[in-house]
């Protein structure tokens, strides 16, 4: 149980488009996601939480515009970089609550953003 | 607000040896969770164990467990009969008692088994 999927695992894109991954609890509900960025060999840094049919809040710093969120289901977050450049090329993980009480983070497979 | 410090950057063990990882938090919270997650070179982060401040008893998971301090405020994961698999990056997280609390993470330690 507690699976979360994350998709695409992988993307290359031209600078200025913009993506799309998503993030799906699948055998669980989630009212709450969490998306992170990690560098290599770094710890994650938290960007932003997803709350089911409200908006993300932001961590100081990251551009909500640049980094749109939508949680628009009990299963399904989704992270949009809008016209990427180069800087934003990382390993995006994102994560959904669960456990008894909700006090866990059951995390997705990640998924490399590769900006050309 | 809360820090999480995890001071061995990189740790090795001989495979089916004994090894500690150290973790120290700062927080004022009396009630929290802390986690010790699992990061191997695949970079999915995997729960290995949890525990609830306001239990006394250490966890345990087969070959994980914690030694939890809480006057100490020290969370430190054993790993017992290492194996190669356990070769990842060890993070440590705490968490405030509340609902829609993010988790503050340690820097990481890596660990290596060596054959």
């Known amino acids: 149980g507690a699976v979360v999927s994350q998709h695409p695992s992988w993307v290359i894109c031209k600078s200025g488009t913009s993506v799309k991954i998503e993030c799906r609890s699948l055998?669980?509900?989630?009212?709450?996601m969490f998306w992170y960025r990690q560098f290599p060999k770094q710890s994650l840094m938290l960007m932003a939480t997803s709350n089911e049919g409200s908006k993300a809040t932001y961590e100081q710093g990251v551009e909500k515009d640049k980094f749109l969120i939508n949680h628009a289901s009990l299963t399904l977050s989704t992270l949009t970089v809008t016209s990427a450049h180069p800087e934003d090329s990382s390993f995006y993980i994102c994560?959904?609550?669960?456990?008894?009480?909700?006090?866990?983070?059951?995390f997705g497979p990640g998924t490399r953003l590769l900006v050309l | 607000a809360q820090t999480v410090t995890q001071s061995q950057p990189e740790m090795s063990v001989q495979e089916a040896e004994t090894v500690t990882l150290s973790c120290t938090y700062d927080?004022?919270?009396?009630?929290?969770?802390l986690f010790w997650y699992k990061q191997p070179p695949s970079r999915q982060m995997i729960l290995v164990i949890r525990?609830?401040?306001?239990?006394?008893q250490n966890a345990t998971e087969n070959r994980f467990s914690v030694n939890f301090q809480k006057a100490a405020k020290s969370f430190s994961l054993k790993i017992s009969d290492s194996q190669l698999g356990d070769t990842a990056m060890y993070f440590c997280a705490f968490m405030k008692q509340l609902i829609g609390n993010q988790f503050y993470f340690g820097t990481g330690t890596s660990l290596t088994v060596i054959p």
């Open positions: 525990q609830e401040a306001y239990k006394q």
């Open positions: 927080t004022s919270e009396s009630n929290y969770y």
């Open positions: 055998d669980f509900q989630a009212t709450t």
């Open positions: 994560s959904a609550r669960g456990g008894r009480t909700g006090e866990t983070q059951y």
